[in-house]
């Protein structure tokens, strides 16, 4: 095993299994054990009870845990969430077959689209049942018919689909699918034949899986490298952008040494946001690039750049904000030129326009780990005295600008966020964020993170993500990371609804999670895209005149979200006022245990609150017989017809 610093277990310690007699599912657990899996997100159904019973005896789970979703959506979000948040961790779901499994076909086109590692478990009929479909017509339950519907779906959007129906030959399959998932960062999926788990293999994994990179052509990387390496010579004005793929093929290590070798700034796409610590100081960390979006001061220093390096970055016209619209020319007159491009993903690099200046099948890691070496070698370091970003990557305004008594917006929610927050918070212990698809992704774009610290789907943009991925994160942070942070998870109402059932797995779990909800009444960035004119000051009707009816949600007008937190075991408030989350923040930060003195629209709900600890409430409600941590979550009801001050250049266009 190579790069994945993952604890290797040993079959033979965990149950005294022959060679002849080591199962098919004890072979699967064990391999999920070694690639980075430690919790399956499974929800029963007789297609998969067998494997997943095994999970909960700790002699049969090869140290797996069974973690219980309360739907299959927001158990692909969690375990999606798990996939994407350390260097070590690889999401996993079981399912049972039909009704279970296709309903996980949205969260994993998402994790495809992403890259996220992800294992797809399906339990599905045997053989015998698939040939009395074929041979008697008989439908079996959560069939649609015998031809194997559940991996002709997968199979378009993983990298690899089996179906295990041989126990001989199921060893082999396991092996090469989840190899396949580490290699290429993305889903795989396996169905499992109803009770083939039970079924000897006649092998057990005595080795571990090689994770080592496909065959590099020297030659291609090395003429990529040069040419590289020749046009960041003749530039004045250098700027790297870093993008996800650095995170998804764990090249993070490399990336730093390279932007040390150049002594240049770097920026990160949205979707790469957090790539590296931006509390580093050993690095020359300027901002978010995300199209008209960004921060006026990182803007500039893009735009007016006479080469951009371009490192792992999705293509995406959410990455790329107000930039990529191909139905409106007029949209990519402010882009990046592409004469000063040297575009670098996984698989090629583009420099320039050039049809010559084109390598296919390059290795990222690879690449940046030589182009490292040859700066050095070259003594370029230092050499270059590139053009530094002007003011502060985390522009946000201070507190005192907002008045206490004015009802909250966008722009004061996070200011007051990052300033009574998350900046009495040092490296060590800052709080993972989780913004959710919509104004929350775009509107706290330029807080400050530590490493893999901002997580968000950003290409795929299925609203409803953050709260469900929300203890997905914080599970493989405490157990590959051994951290204490903080998983702060940030929605809108419309999208809080979604999933919203996943705050009760948070209170199972005893995790001290904080739910933000914008609670608006509003599909904010629904509207912001069809038609961002009703944002205007100047139309003074009522949210209801001028927002689109099918961009509203009534429903928000009758839900109580403190009351809604304490019926899943939690701790829940409403900010109506800027004082109002201040007073709130302050109680989350540990600083006041005096009782909160709410505005008129405001509430709190702490009935299930025993006691505070440093903020984080403890509950005796959890089924366990000791008392736990549990969530907060807070509604912020911020005023619908006023954007984030990134964004509202839309609505004056």
Sequence with gaps: ??????????????????????????????????????????????????????????????????????????????????????????????????????????????????????????GGPSQAQLNSHRDQGMLWHHMIDGTGVDRHIFQNITAASVRIDNPKTAPELIDATLKTCITKSKPVFIELAIDIDKQPCGSRPTDQLDFSHPLQSKKLLDEAIDAIFNRICKSKNLVVAAGSEICRFRAQKELAELLKALDAPYVTSLFGKSVLSEYRADLNFSGVYNGKNSQPNVFTLVNESDCVLSLGIISSDFNFAGMQNTDDPDSVKDAINIEKLIECKEGAVQVGMSRSAYWGDVNLKLLIRGLTEKCLASGITGRNNYRKLEGSPWNIPTTSEFRDNDQLTWDSFKSLLHHNYLAQHSEESAPIILADTGLSFYAFNNIKSPQNGYIAQIAWGAIGYSPAANYGVKLARQTFETETRRTISISGDAAFAQSVNAIGTIAELGLDSIIFVADNRVYGIEQWLVNAEIYKSSDSRTVSEKFLPMCQVPQGHIWNYSKLAAAFGGVGYVAHTNNDLEQILSRLAGNNIDPLNLSQKGSADESNAVRWENGIPITNRNASAKDKQTFVLVAVQVVPDQLPSNVAWKAST
């Design 1 to 122: 095993m190579t790069e994945r610093d993952v604890q290797w277990i040993d079959p033979t310690t965990c149950l005294p299994y022959a060679q002849s007699d080591f199962t098919v599912g004890a072979y699967l657990s064990t391999r999920l054990h070694q690639i980075g899996v430690r919790h399956v997100f499974a929800i029963p159904g007789d297609y998969i009870a067998s494997w997943v019973e095994s999970l909960d005896d700790p002699q049969t789970s090869f140290g797996l845990q069974r973690i219980h979703p309360n739907n299959e959506m927001c158990g692909a979000y969690a375990a999606d969430g798990y996939g994407r948040s350390t260097e070590k961790s690889v999401g996993c779901v079981a399912f049972t077959y039909g009704v279970g499994s296709l309903n996980a076909v949205q969260p994993v086109a998402g994790a495809f689209v992403e890259n996220v590692p992800l294992v797809i478990i399906d």
